[in-house]
Each structure stands twice: as C-alpha cells, then as structure tokens.
C-alpha cells in the first residue's frame, strides 16, 4: 500500500456518493487533477513522519485546481516543485471554472501555510522530513450560486456516508505515515481525527491537535497566522 493506492481507492469511493441541493457541483480534484495531486504523494509522501497536518477539504483555487492540498498555485510550482495536467472537472460551475497552473487566483490560507513551512525550514525537504500534509475529504462543494459549501453542512446521510469513506482513506495514511501526531488545521479536522483514530489514541500510539485555519475569514490568522501557528505548536510541544 502507498498514499497513491489509498487516493485511488479514496477517489473511487467518494465517486459513488451522491448529493442533493443545496449542493449542485462536486469537484473531485483526485480525479481530474490526478497527474500533480499523485506526482505531490510519490515525491513527498514516501516513508514516515512525525507530524501530520490535516486540512479540511480543498480550497476553490488551491487544490481544487493544483490537486494538492492548500495548494496554492506559486507554492505548489515554487516551493514544492510540482506541476501537471489537469482536466476540466464534469458540471463546471461558471463562477468556479478550473484553469489548473494557469488559474491567475491565488489561495490565501495555501500562501499562508506553504509560505510559513518555506519560512520555518527553509526547503521542501526540510519540511517534509517531519511534516506532511493532507485533507480529511477530497471534494469540493457549492451551492447554485457559486458559494463554497462545506462538508460539516451537508445532510446527515450524505455526510455520514462521505465521512466513513475519508476516516478509512484516513486510517490507511496514518498506517503507512506512522505520525506522532496528527494536527488539524482548524477544528473541524482535529474532530474528524480524533473519532477516526480513536483507537490510536486510545492506545497511546498518536496524539491529535489542532492549529488555527490560516482562512482570511478568520480575524486572529489575518492578525499574523504564522506567529499564531507557533504559538499553538509550542503549547502543543512541537515548536
């Protein structure tokens, strides 16, 4: 098993849920992006880590158009050395159309949180010596209107059905990662986390955490998310 055959089966089993208004487009970047989303896994995901750091799911113009995780389109290509094909998802939505490297958008919270590993170790592979990244759930949703509507909101059956798809897909990383630690960035991915991995934590095996969202929705994180970073890395005894 690799983080490439854990995305592959991921990808086919989210491919088989369906979702009803408000929900009217699903993006799948495992799918359509699938070239640079599995170049990032082999290249980086290889061996094991001390931490891992996991998002909620992709952003609108991060990994819904780089196929990597808060993967804003500099950084991917920059600072991760990353690139690929990627391909018009089905039932695009005029307002969020994927133009893959050539989108012109750039993703704030993926700026901020690649720029913050590329200003705390300096390379991509000082970062990913102990680090790696990922989301909890692959898809992207929106409403008619083009607004981002998050998994948290769907249903309960759609959102039970989706989440015992990604605690699997999540399961298997952390099998293959053998983290430490498993730290959300933001709540919703430490929840996730901890009822996926309850096991793990019941049995001593990993500690899960949670730094803030480096959302520009968020006040805090606009006040300075890198410094707030450290500071909840360090209360988790990880600076």
């Known amino acids: 098993m690799s983080l490439v055959r854990v995305s592959r089966k991921l990808n086919s089993g989210v491919n088989k849920l369906s979702f009803a208004a408000p929900v009217t487009h699903v993006y799948n970047p495992l799918d359509y992006a699938r070239e640079p989303h599995e170049r990032y896994l082999a290249r980086w995901g290889e061996g094991t880590r001390e931490v891992l750091f996991l998002g909620m799911n992709p952003g609108p113009f991060g990994m819904a158009q780089t196929g990597v995780p808060f993967g804003d389109i500099a950084m991917v290509r920059d600072f991760l ?10 039932n695009q939505h005029p307002k969020r159309l994927v133009q893959g490297f050539e989108c012109p958008r750039s993703e704030v919270s993926g700026t901020r949180l690649w720029g913050w590993a590329r200003d705390r170790y300096g390379t991509a592979e000082k970062f990913f010596a102990r680090n790696f990244i990922m989301n909890y759930c692959p898809l992207v949703f929106m409403e008619e209107s083009g607004k981002n509507f998050t998994p948290d909101k769907l249903p309960a059956a759609e959102r039970d059905a989706l989440f015992e798809v990604c605690d699997t897909a999540l399961r298997e990383s952390v099998k293959l990662l053998q983290p430490k630690w498993v730290v959300g960035v933001g709540a919703f991915a430490k929840k996730r986390a901890e009822l996926a991995l309850a096991a793990e934590l019941e049995a001593g095996r990993l500690q899960v955490g949670t730094i803030l ?14 410094q707030a970073a450290d500071e909840d890395l360090k209360k988790l005894g990880l600076d």
Do not use: L, M, Y
């Open 81 to 90: 050395g990353i690139t690929g094909s990627v391909k018009a998802p089905p």
């Open 213 to 226: 969202h480096p959302s520009p929705a968020s006040p805090r994180a606009n006040r300075g998310w890198s």
